[in-house]
């Protein structure tokens, strides 16, 4: 059975940059499903920020496209985060989740991380 | 960008009530909808996708229904374990995905 594992800093200091890990085991990275990362707020609901297919494309929401990237690492199982000048509003669980597959067709996401809390403060 | 709007927001019922939430889109999704329940501290869990279909391991009480803009979940005899927030969520044609604002579902 496919698990998740993020893992990265709990506190960043405003205009540095999120760095985000999500570890993949039972399963490949390599296998033909969207890695995404998901996050939400304390007491808020949840946003999308991104996606890297096992190819190598991605997809990233516009109000982070500036300052987003995902990226897939195949030697060592797993896919990333990075989120440049971040503000408080950028504190949040960040969640990583893998879409229903496999297929390279966007489908909903039945594996999930079990999250980790990331808080922007100096 | 497809907004999704989800009602009500607080849904107050008692044990074994049925439960019917609703999520509107403002634009249509074919049946390119899933829905997921969240209980504190816990990452979602999806419940049903393609509108319709029950994710592995779901009970039969949880139901999806709808296509285009208009959707439902519906929990027919609602239990303990249920009390939670519901978030669907669209995956229709082109990123960005996106979720409506949830409905908590409360003991009455």
């Known amino acids: 059975q496919v698990q998740l594992q993020e893992s990265g800093p709990r506190v960043v200091k405003p205009s540095e940059t999120l760095s985000l890990i999500c570890a993949v085991s039972g399963g490949s990275v390599s296998s033909a499903h969207w890695w995404s990362w998901i996050r939400q707020p304390p007491g808020r609901g949840l946003e999308w920020i991104g996606e890297?297919?096992?190819?190598?494309?991605?997809n990233y929401t516009p109000s982070l496209n500036t300052r987003v990237s995902i990226s897939i690492d195949k030697s060592k199982n797993q896919f990333s985060l990075r989120l440049t000048s971040v503000t408080a509003a950028d504190t949040a669980m960040y969640f990583c989740?893998?879409?229903?597959?496999?297929?390279?067709?966007?489908?909903?996401?039945?594996?999930w991380g079990q999250g980790t809390m990331v808080s922007v403060s100096s | 960008e497809v907004a999704l709007t989800q009602s009500p927001a607080i849904l107050s019922v008692s044990p074994g009530e049925r439960v019917i939430l609703s999520c509107r889109a403002s634009?249509?999704?074919?049946?390119?909808l899933a829905w997921y329940q969240q209980k504190s501290g816990q990452a979602p869990r999806l419940l049903i996708y393609g509108a319709s279909m029950r994710a592995t391991g779901i009970p039969a009480r949880f139901s999806g229904s709808g296509s285009g803009t208009e959707f439902t979940l519906s929990i027919s005899s609602l239990q303990s374990e249920d009390f939670a927030v519901y978030y669907c969520?669209?995956?229709?044609?082109?990123?960005?995905?996106?979720f409506g604002q949830g409905t908590r579902v409360e003991i009455k």
């Open positions: 890297i297919y096992y190819s190598g494309s991605f």
């Open positions: 634009q249509s999704l074919s049946y390119h």
């Open positions: 969520q669209q995956y229709n044609k082109l990123p960005p995905w996106t």
């Open positions: 989740a893998r879409s229903l597959g496999p297929t390279p067709i966007p489908h909903a996401y039945d594996v």
